[in-house]
């Protein structure tokens, strides 16, 4: 009864979180459930009542600052001037953008909404079709949640009652993989439509960008030398090392140096053990209000009042969806649905691999119609039971479900990526849909890659967790 409650409120365009307190309320009411109808309230308090939770309205404030501050902007430069000469070279800036962004914004719309403006419209004026521009940019942002920091993994991490830290590490290497696939895609098209590069080569930009690239890699190699091998003082030595950042980028006025050291920083600090996830979004906020506010001067008060209404706006959303979903999770379990779910997997197929295919193929279909936070919470209690039976690593199948959703957010007819993007082009709804297509063949050989590869997710969690 409480799934055809359920079904019933969706099918009447009942937004996804209302339908779900509202079918709990409901079955409580009209079945023979001797539970007070308070308990709904009740669960859904307690159900937002969590620490980890505390990291998504600051994730979403770090990435409105980001947004807001003119950080795009200097992405956008800094990846021109790596590989903007490339044949097809905006196509690579719009990968390679995308990837240092997702290390700061943690969401695909973010992504789609702050760079895509800027790379569908540079796109454009060079020539490129609009619908290649699009393809592009939907492909790259689905990078936003899986490079670290991410929202996804975050409620993800709560539901599942897994480490987040580990979920970010989890999200390196596919993210890398990921990202190489959409280049070599771009490539594909560069070769067949004879493109060339977009911007003339700079030996000076080029070496410029590349000594930015080798003091990301070498700052906390070197943090990590003079603690662990010097002994000197872990929180002094990192406070120096960012002080010598702040002086490098004063004396040969790096691009963006400082915004692409903000996943370094925040994957270092919480796998040293300098801060929790939850303390490392709250470590973003300040890393972005000090470069907006006092290093690049880019923001304002007025402007910082704007975007902290925006966050609340999104995390009011986002927790609703999660309030709403715990209540409904809750009476999936109490009513004994995820028992029979799992039995009726179990007796079909005990293969973790049919498993693995019949749940992707599950993802795919439950994305394409359900906001991805929605998505997460009501799917992690009804299927990881079943992978964990299976020996199923919740890290692995984490990462795995995330991908699926952010393929889903691409697709309609309720994917927002694909609504934003249509905005930002000035294209029809089907033509922006036609665009995307393409772009799912890398996305889908990721997707296989990282579900029946295991090692490639778990090699970095298990290294330092």
Known sequence: ???????????????????????????????????????????????????????????????????????TTRIYNFALALVGWMKGGLGHVNVLGS???AGMSGTAIADAAGLGTIEIKAMKEHGYSTEFAVGVTAASATLGPIIPPSLPFVIYGMMANVSVGALFLAGILPGVM???????????????????????????????????????????????????????????????????????????????????MTPVLLIGGMTTGLFTPTEGAIAACV???????????????????????????TTSTVLFIVAAASIFGW?????????????????????????????????LFVGCFLEPTAAITILVPILLPIATQLGIDPIHFGLVMVLNLMIGLLHPPMGMVLFVLARVAGLSFERTTMAILPWLVPLLLALVVITYVPSLVLWLPKMFF
């Not at 960012?242 to 963006?256: K, M, P, T, Y």
Request: proline residues 4%.
């Open 99 to 101: 990837v240092i962004f």
């Open 1 to 71: 009864m409480l799934k055809i409650f359920f079904l019933v409120f969706m099918a009447g365009g009942i937004p996804v979180a209302i339908a779900m307190a509202g079918a709990s309320l409901a079955y409580i009411a009209l079945s023979d459930s001797t539970l007070p109808p308070f308990v709904v309230i009740h669960r859904m308090v307690s159900g937002i009542d969590s620490f980890p939770l505390l990291a998504v309205p600051f994730f979403i404030l770090a990435g409105n600052l980001m947004n807001n501050a003119g950080i």
């Open 287 to 313: 890393w972005a209000m000090i470069l907006g506010f006092a290093w690049y001067r880019t923001l304002s008060w007025k402007m910082f009042v704007k975007v902290c209404l925006d966050t609340i706006e």
């Open 331 to 363: 009476m999936l379990t109490a009513t004994g649905v995820t028992t029979d779910i799992a039995a009726w997997v179990l007796g079909f197929t005990r293969q973790a691999w049919v498993f693995l295919l019949l749940a992707n193929l599950l993802m």
């Open 178 to 260: 990921m990202a190489i696939l959409m280049m070599l895609t771009v490539g594909y098209y560069a070769h067949k439509n004879k493109w060339g590069g977009d911007v003339k080569f700079s030996s000076t930009r080029f070496f410029k960008a590349m000594c930015e690239l080798a003091v990301v890699v070498g700052w906390p190699l070197l943090i990590w030398l003079l603690v662990a091998k010097l002994g000197t003082p872990a929180q002094l030595t990192v406070f120096a090392g960012l002080a010598s950042l702040f002086v490098l980028d004063r004396i040969f006025r790096f691009e963006a140096l400082l915004p692409i």
